[in-house]
């Protein structure tokens, strides 16, 4: 996370930059994976393999924007800077009973759910199926892979045929690249998203043990 920020600032001109550095900083080079023979699965892989279809991007900006205008945590975010986030999100309908995100693979894209319901699941070591949440329009599913494309710690099933928004790493390089501001209010968000939603899965889990 310090490299995160301290490249953030590179690029709005608060620090200067490091020779030889490369800018791609959500690639899995970067983030030491190259090495790692499972392959990362992209979104467009995914959307293949779920039968993903297309949504109109202007409805679907105007879901995600009035839900997140009613989230305590998102409408910190102006109104005018979420609605930049059009430009490197992919929004797609997705069928029922499709597990778009799937625990233990490396993963490269994060979703927010727009319209539908979706399980949040995780299999235990002793072959317990555990139900961790069930996610409802506006809250995000994959960030943490988004950021370091480590294992996802979780699957993710649609219950209901669901609106969703992608973010991808190749267009979060593309945003640290040209819209440094929007990156850094993003990145707060979901910092404190990712905090909260630890302690609560870390409360399940002590439950259960």
């Known amino acids: 996370m310090k490299a ?9 001109g ?3 930059p490091t020779q030889g550095r ?8 970067v983030n030491g994976l190259e090495s790692d023979s499972r392959a990362v699965v992209p979104w ?25 205008s009613a989230d305590k945590q ?22 029922a009973r499709q597990e778009f995100i799937h625990q233990d693979e490396h ?6 759910l727009l319209k539908g319901q979706v399980a949040v699941e995780r299999t235990q070591t002793w072959g317990e199926r555990l139900r961790l949440s069930e996610a409802m329009p506006g809250e995000m599913l994959g960030e943490m892979s988004l950021l370091d494309q480590g294992l996802r710690f979780s699957a993710c099933i649609t219950q209901t ?3 969703m928004a992608v973010l991808t790493t190749d267009a979060m390089n593309d945003m640290v690249a040209e ?15 990712m905090s909260l939603r630890l302690r609560v899965v870390g409360a399940r889990l002590s439950e259960r043990t």
């Open 44 to 68: 467009s892989t995914r959307a293949l393999q779920i039968d993903a279809s297309a949504l109109d991007a202007d409805r679907a900006m105007r879901q995600l924007q009035a839900l997140w």
């Open 161 to 163: 045929q669901c609106d």
């Open 179 to 193: 819209d440094a501001y929007l990156v850094a209010c993003l990145m707060t968000v979901l910092a404190r998203k």
């Open 107 to 112: 993963g490269n894209f994060l979703v927010v």
């Open 4 to 12: 995160f920020f301290t490249h953030l600032l590179q690029k709005m």
């Open 74 to 95: 998102m409408q910190q975010m102006p109104e005018q800077t979420v609605a930049r986030l059009k430009k490197y999100m992919h929004f797609a309908q997705v069928p």
């Open 14 to 16: 608060l620090d200067e």
């Open 22 to 29: 490369d800018s791609r900083l959500f690639d899995a080079s």
